[in-house]
């Protein structure tokens, strides 16, 4: 079973539209960090959220984890064909627990 | 300044036989942590090692076995390769024990026929 839930599973939006990615866990997350991954290759690191209610912005990018911190929401504004890509939420999920990743979300941004 | 690297980039093995990938990190990063990545899920965590020792394990047969050596450079081992072992495997550095925001190389794909 996951640990971590995002949705939608994939997402395909025309290049300028809006668009939210959801993740979502059953237990408190001590710090959840936001990835992006072209196909086949490494992961990058977006942002780092921890505490209740903090949101950052990169660019055109907004991340947000709610006051539970149970729920995260990656917000992409005016999208561009180079967001395209896989976005995975990761968590650490407690003290000595692993650090897990979500299934991901594919994102296509049509020109 | 080097980020992650990882080799090689691409495998082909024989069920049953073994395979050694490995691993630098960045720069100033004393931590290692090895990912696998089946096609179109996301990375499930295998074990992390720091001061040469493996400190963290998921959920992962005996048959992956890992190592850290004095420069903080890593190997994973798998021996008995089955065809679920094909993924693409994904080391990740950070500075110090926990998890600060991992630093990922691009990963070695390794495919078992």
């Known amino acids: 079973s996951q640990e971590l839930e995002q949705s939608p599973q994939s997402l395909i939006v025309q290049e300028g539209k809006n668009l939210t990615i959801n993740c979502t866990s059953s237990k408190t997350l001590y710090g959840l960090y936001w990835y992006k991954q072209k196909y086949g290759e490494g992961l990058i690191f977006l942002m780092m959220l921890q505490k209740g209610g903090e949101e950052k912005s990169h660019e055109k990018i907004t991340a947000k984890l709610d006051e539970k911190k149970q729920q995260s929401s990656l917000h992409i504004t005016a999208s561009q064909p180079s967001h395209a890509g896989i976005y995975l939420c990761?968590?650490?999920?407690?003290?000595?627990?692993?650090?897990?990743f979500g299934p991901g979300t594919r994102l296509s941004v049509l020109p | 300044d080097a980020g992650v690297t990882q080799s090689p980039t691409h495998l082909i093995k024989t069920r049953g036989q073994q395979v050694t990938l490995r691993c630098s990190p960045k720069s100033g990063h004393d931590t290692v942590s090895w990912y696998q990545q089946a096609l179109g899920q996301g990375p499930q965590f295998i074990f992390q090692y720091y001061e040469e020792e493996e400190r963290q394990r998921g959920n992962f047969p005996d048959r992956f076995s890992g190592h850290q050596f004095p420069n903080y450079s890593s190997e994973l081992n798998v021996n008995a390769l089955l065809l679920g072992d094909s993924a693409l495997y994904l080391c990740a550095s950070s500075p110090g024990q926990g998890w600060a925001p991992l630093h990922f190389g691009n990963g070695t794909r390794l495919t078992v026929t």
């Open positions: 990761g968590a650490d999920i407690g003290h000595g627990q692993n650090f897990v």
